[in-house]
Each structure stands twice: as structure tokens, then as C-alpha cells.
T-cell receptor, first 115, second 110 residues
């Protein structure tokens, strides 16, 4: 079974631009979560989608948004990029549902550099 | 808010020795904890989990201990190998999200 796939692996953008990152979860997984990883802040939760609905949201500004499609694939968008948005963005999928104590499987991430 | 932290940012051990990585959490209502391993250039990989109704769980070469009284958990790796070199995170899993600690970098010396 294929793992979580994130595209692209690397991105370079300039301040003020916007960016869209893509995540294909493991087949059969309905929950997709996004995390931002930086050396200073560690792994920070952005949001979680389940069956095309945002179910949980972290403490990030509205410039960060996401969506999930009917096939469970997810995208996240960051508008008006700032230098501080440079990070590794990780997507994780799980079966979801119920109390959702399911194991999350992570992709390799998208490394975003904002110049 | 809740937080999860690790006691030491780095740990260096000799190959073949046992490793112990510690983690403290603040949310006393947390009932599910996970340890992840992240190798360079990869996303975090699940190692082992434990529910709050347990105080110990064993996997292959790994053991997680949970002390709810002091809100502390640890990951023990037996007979540490060079392939164990990575960053280790503990996480508290709530509905739909995991709250991660800062990570401990484990270096295994040959």
C-alpha cells in the first residue's frame, strides 16, 4: 500500500506570494492533518480534515487554509507569504472517525523557503 | 494550553547500549501518547503508543513507560543500533491532532 505522498518536495517563493501544497493520503484513510515544522517551534498543528470538513484547527492566522476533496486528497494554501513561513510542512493521514486514536502516518513533507 | 516537552535535546550513546529518552506533559486529561522517530529528510514515523490506562508497553526493542502521577513518559531502546540515530518526539494525541514535544536527537556512536 502506498504511503502518504506530498508534492512538491521543495518550493521557493518570495514574500507576498501564495503557495498551494498537496497531500495524497494512504488509500482508505479519511482524516488528513497538516503540521508545520520549524527548528524553533517544533511540530505545530495547523488543521485536520475529515470527510471534506475541517474538524480541528490550530493557532495559525487566516492566511493558512486548507481543503479536502471527496477522494480524501487534501491541499493547504498559504497566502501573502512571510519569511517566517519558511518551514517543512507535513501531512499525516489516519483512518479517523470515532475517538480518533488512530495512528497518524506522515508524508516526507514539503520544504518551503520564502525569500 | 497543553504542552509536551522532552528533558534533553540531545542524547549520545554507544552502539549496543540501552537508550532512555524522556518526556513530560502538562495536560493531565491526556489519555493517549505516541512516540515518533524522524530521520533526516523524512516525516515522523510511528514507533509505539500507550493509553493512559497502561503504565508500560513493549514493542520490538522498545518500551514505553507512562507515569501519570508525575505526567512523565519515557522511551527505552534496547541494544541501540546506528540505525536508531534520529530525532525522537513524544506526542499527546487528542481528537484529530497530535501535540508534539520538541524532540530529542539521538546519536549512536559505533
Amino acid at each position: 500500500k502506498a504511503g502518504v505522498t506530498q508534492t512538491p518536495r521543495y518550493l521557493i517563493k518570495t514574500r507576498g506570494q501564495q503557495v498551494t501544497l498537496s497531500c495524497s493520503p494512504i488509500s482508505g484513510h479519511r482524516s488528513v492533518s497538516w503540521y508545520q515544522q520549524t527548528p524553533g517551534q517544533g511540530l505545530q498543528f495547523l488543521f485536520e480534515y475529515f470527510s471534506e470538513t475541517q474538524r480541528n484547527k490550530g493557532n495559525f492566522p487566516g492566511r493558512f487554509s486548507g481543503r479536502q476533496f471527496s477522494n480524501s486528497r487534501s491541499e493547504m494554501n498559504v497566502s501573502t507569504l512571510e519569511l517566517g513561513d519558511s518551514a517543512l510542512y507535513l501531512c499525516a493521514s489516519s483512518l479517523g472517525g470515532g475517538l480518533d486514536k488512530n495512528i497518524q502516518y506522515f508524508g516526507a513533507g514539503t520544504r518551503l523557503s520564502v525569500l | 494550553g497543553e504542552s509536551v516537552g522532552l528533558h534533553l535535546p540531545t542524547l549520545s550513546v554507544q552502539e549496543g547500549d540501552n537508550s532512555i529518552i524522556n518526556c513530560a506533559y502538562s495536560n493531565s486529561a491526556s489519555d493517549y501518547f505516541i512516540w515518533y522517530k524522524q530521520e533526516s529528510g523524512k516525516g515522523p514515523q510511528f514507533i509505539i503508543d500507550i493509553r493512559s490506562n497502561m503504565d508500560k508497553r513493549q514493542g520490538q526493542r522498545v518500551t514505553v513507560l507512562l507515569n501519570k502521577t508525575v505526567k512523565h513518559l519515557s522511551l527505552q531502546i534496547a541494544a541501540t543500533q546506528p540505525g536508531d540515530s534520529a530525532v525522537y518526539f513524544c506526542a499527546e494525541k487528542g481528537a484529530g491532532k497530535s501535540t508534539f514535544g520538541d524532540g530529542t536527537t539521538l546519536t549512536v556512536k559505533p
